[in-house]
């Protein structure tokens, strides 16, 4: 059964669900799984990947990152390294639980969730394995895909650099969901009616400074898997092959066709079974029993 929970970072109470299979025969491997951009814990692919987690018998615990969902905070102003440290605070929190073993703590997230998951990864050398869909490693690279040049990239950068003379000066600047990430009219169906359309100028400036290239490498020789639609009309595929490139051994990529940007909430079994295999090699729900047979 899901299972609400809070704890506290920063003075904010951030809100999440904990989910624990059957954890009779000893601690149980878990994931925190993070949202996309401007969702929530009960939003897009998060109760998806959960589900497709519990089911294999992982524990997951989803988070609603501050300013969304059920936690405390500014509502709209969201940071990405805030966002690292939340999910920090999500690995104390399952390492504190007498069902989780705590050797054994992964952290997955979609897209804006991806990014901050990788970031993480390689920050913090607790996260035992990373899944990323449709993530990315460097915000200003993907800003300029996402906004072609010259007329959208230039009024988004213009939009970026107001912003920053604001939040020097103390003030705020509100900024529209799809000035910052652009969804095709095709898919914004799959944004929740709790989605955030509304965000702080300082989302969008955390965004465009946010590399998690640069800790990619790191995760290794953590198992990393990496999946990407092929023809991604959010995020561009090629940002994924970027952080493949930059990282290390026991990194896992699959390309997927016929899905989009939000690949959980199109019920793709491919994404499932993908999923599942890399479970099975690269992060079992009994270690020990590899680890023998492989000796």
Request: proline share 6%; charged share 25%.
């Amino acid at each position: 059964m899901d299972e609400r929970i809070t704890f506290d970072w920063d003075g904010i109470e951030i809100a999440g669900i904990l989910d624990i299979p059957d954890a009779s025969n000893g601690p149980i491997p878990a994931f925190v799984i993070l949202h996309g951009f401007g969702a929530n814990k009960d939003s897009g692919s998060v109760p998806a990947m959960a589900k497709l987690l519990t089911n294999r018998g992982y524990a997951s615990l989803r988070l609603d990152m501050p300013g969304v969902g059920d936690s405390g905070g500014v509502v709209g102003k969201l940071v990405c390294l805030e966002q690292v440290a939340v999910a920090r605070r999500g690995i104390d929190y399952l390492e504190s639980r007498a069902e989780i073993d705590s050797a054994r703590i992964g952290v997955a997230g979609a897209s804006f969730g991806a990014a901050v998951s990788i970031y993480t990864g390689g920050a913090d050398e607790r996260v035992a394995a990373v899944i990323s869909s449709g993530g990315w490693g460097n915000g200003a690279r993907k800003a300029k895909l996402q906004h072609p040049p010259p007329v959208a990239y230039d009024t988004f950068i213009t939009m970026v650099e107001e912003g920053r003379k604001k939040v020097a000066a103390g003030e705020t600047m509100m900024v529209p969901r799809f000035d910052i990430v652009p969804i095709p009219e095709h898919l914004r169906g799959n944004l929740d009616i709790t989605s955030l359309m509304e965000f702080h100028v300082e989302t969008a400036i955390g965004i465009f400074d946010f590399r998690p290239e640069d800790m990619v490498g790191k995760i290794s020789p953590r198992p990393l898997l990496l999946l990407h639609p092929t023809n991604d009309s959010v995020t561009p595929v090629s940002e994924t092959m970027e952080l493949f490139a930059k990282a290390g051994e026991n990194t896992d990529v699959h390309l997927l066709a016929d899905v989009d940007h939000f690949m959980f909430s199109e019920e793709n079994v491919r994404v499932t079974h993908v999923i599942g295999d890399w479970l099975d090699k690269f992060f079992p729900l009994d270690a020990a029993a590899v680890k023998d047979a492989a000796e």
